[in-house]
């Protein structure tokens, strides 16, 4: 089994900084890539970010220059350095990995998400 556990959220103001993080723990035999989504209420849940396996990185549009995602392969954790929070950024911020178990078995694996809350 595999788990993902998110913690870092929480209330800031306009223009601060949080830092989310997110560890997965189980049967892991590699993680392909690990990334952050996000759902606002009456929203779409929506990608923030993703990092590969390889360190590849993607961002949705709406978050470049202000959010760095990286990784610690030796943790299997992955981060979520947010700054220049702006009131919009507000959702519940999950974590997600393609994960396999065995070789080429991979499944995709959600956190419980924790909440960002960016008062203005």
């Known amino acids: 089994q595999v788990q993902l556990v998110e913690s870092g959220g929480g209330l800031v103001q306009a223009g601060e900084s949080l830092r989310l993080s997110c560890a997965a723990s189980?049967?892991?035999?590699?993680?392909?890539?690990m990334g952050w989504y996000r759902q606002a209420p009456g929203k779409q849940r929506e990608l923030v970010a993703l990092?590969?396996?390889?360190?590849?990185?993607n961002y949705a549009d709406s978050v470049k220059g202000r959010f760095t995602i990286s990784k610690d392969n030796a943790k299997n954790t992955v981060y979520l350095q947010m700054n220049s929070l702006k009131p919009e950024d507000t959702a519940v911020y999950y974590c997600?990995?393609?994960?396999?178990?065995?070789?080429?078995?991979?499944?995709?694996?959600w956190g419980k998400g924790t909440l960002v809350t960016v008062s203005s």
């Open positions: 990092i590969t396996s390889g360190g590849s990185t």
């Open positions: 189980g049967s892991i035999f590699s993680i392909n890539a």
């Open positions: 997600n990995a393609d994960i396999e178990r065995l070789p080429n078995y991979g499944m995709d694996y």
